[in-house]
């Protein structure tokens, strides 16, 4: 893999701009992003299904835009030649911003709202990634009323344990989501027998960072069963998304295995003779992407040296959500002795720790360091905690760097509130 943050001169760049640079012009905690990453990236997923699978049989790469849902990146991804996945009617809207035609456009969100579904149909999404029949009968409902066609997709379950994390797992048979091959033949047979619904095809998703790539093979296994089970049923099936859950380099795991990845849609995908779709995140911007933070001050007590941060759980919760690492780097004086540190947070939760017994090169109040592998799934879980208002975001392309999402204020934190009259 390319590192696209890389020390010239002493100090950590992203690309050709120094990360110092930016903490000066916009503040601290402040995300970075690489384009050049995130286009490397893209570039490397698209051509290794190019190598194994042909021309006229591309899959739909539609990014997931949990990942990373600024309309910046979602723009560079469009232009690109990304579709989009999304899971919400935000999202949807993001999207829209962004300039993504409906037609590219999937949605496999959980529990749809009235709103997202009408939304959705109003842009003639490319299809409905569905879950359950209350889900099915909500559309179906929607789309009459609207005098609207919806594609359908239903999600397997193929009892695979894929995720890096037990909260990112989601093909286990014991988690909420998919369905088993009985239940999909169910609610396709129903789908058919519905005015303004088309069922097309089936979706799984296993999990998000799946390490083993070992993993993806047995739930391709699982859906290709599921459509010859439909098939042999007389149900047509034209559409298969396989999903995401590509892992990054977060310390020192090895590069995602893609050719033995794309060997797979070749062999057992391909055969069945359907349209391809894909719905990567993390692996499109988690590495592109640093979060910039200044140290407040350095505690010593009798068994530990906190370095605490100016950036809290409530700007990058990973740690304390997942127990994800995150490498940690000083931005400047990067040949300093090494310490042993605890990183943690500003916020009033024990919890708000960023790592345990870290050696990082000395700091001192006042330096940057950086949380590197952060672009995705970062930004999009930041939130409001403590009141600590939402970071900045800066897109970097070579030597040129934009603000693509401002600092919010206190008053902008606020603004949605307010006092009732009987409230003195
Ligand atoms: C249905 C679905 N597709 C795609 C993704 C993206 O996963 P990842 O970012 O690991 O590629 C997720 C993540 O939760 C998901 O739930």
């Not at 993001?94 to 037609?103: C, I, M, P, T, Y």
Request: with cysteine.
């Amino acid at each position: 893999m390319i590192d696209f943050f890389s020390a010239k001169n002493g100090i950590l760049h992203a690309e050709d701009v120094p990360l110092t640079h930016l903490a000066t012009e916009f503040g601290t905690p402040l995300y970075v992003y690489s384009q050049a990453s995130i286009e490397y990236q893209f570039k490397t997923l698209s051509d290794a299904l190019k190598k194994h699978l042909p021309a006229d049989r591309q899959p739909l790469l539609c990014y997931a835009c949990k990942a990373n849902s600024n309309i910046a990146i979602l723009s560079l991804l469009k232009s690109l030649g990304s579709g989009l996945e999304i899971v919400s009617e935000g999202e949807l809207a993001r999207g829209l911003k962004a300039g993504f035609e409906g037609q590219k456009i999937i949605s496999t969100s959980f529990g749809k709202s009235k709103a997202e579904i009408s939304a959705c149909l109003d842009t003639d999404i490319l299809q409905f990634n569905i879950e359950c029949v209350d889900e099915l009968n909500s559309i179906s409902e929607t789309a009459k009323a609207k005098n609207k066609q919806a594609d359908v997709v239903f999600r397997i379950n193929p009892d695979v344990a894929g995720g890096g994390h037990d909260k990112i797992n989601t093909g286990r048979k014991e988690d909420k989501f998919g369905n088993n091959a009985d239940k999909i033949l169910e609610l396709y047979k129903l789908a058919e027998s519905l005015d303004n619904i088309q069922p097309v095809g089936v979706s799984v998703h296993i999990g998000s960072q799946v390490f083993n790539v070992q993993s993806f093979k047995p739930a391709f296994e699982k859906l290709a069963e599921i459509v010859k089970l439909l098939r042999s049923n007389g149900h047509e099936v034209r559409v298969l998304d396989i999903g995401g859950g590509f892992p990054i380099i977060y310390n020192d795991e090895n590069n995602l295995d893609l050719d033995s990845y794309a060997q797979w849609v070749r062999d057992i995908i391909l055969p069945l003779d359907v349209d391809i779709q894909m719905e990567p995140g993390r692996y499109m911007v988690g590495n592109a992407g640093v979060l910039l933070s200044r140290v407040e001050y350095i505690k010593t007590t009798d068994v530990r040296q906190f370095m605490v941060l100016d950036s809290g759980m409530n700007d990058l919760i990973r740690p304390a959500l997942y127990e994800s690492f995150h490498l940690i780097e000083a931005v400047e004086h990067r040949d300093a002795e090494i310490e042993t540190y605890d990183v943690v947070g500003p916020i009033c939760e024990s919890g708000d720790i960023f790592a345990k017994n870290r050696q990082i090169q000395n700091v001192n109040a006042g330096d940057l360091v950086v949380f590197r592998s952060a672009g995705a799934y970062g930004y999009t879980m930041a939130s409001n905690y403590n009141s600590r208002p939402l970071p900045a975001e800066v897109l970097v392309s070579g030597n040129q760097y934009k603000l693509i999402n401002k600092r919010q204020s206190l008053d902008e934190m606020m603004a949605r509130e307010s006092i009732p009259e009987w409230v003195k």
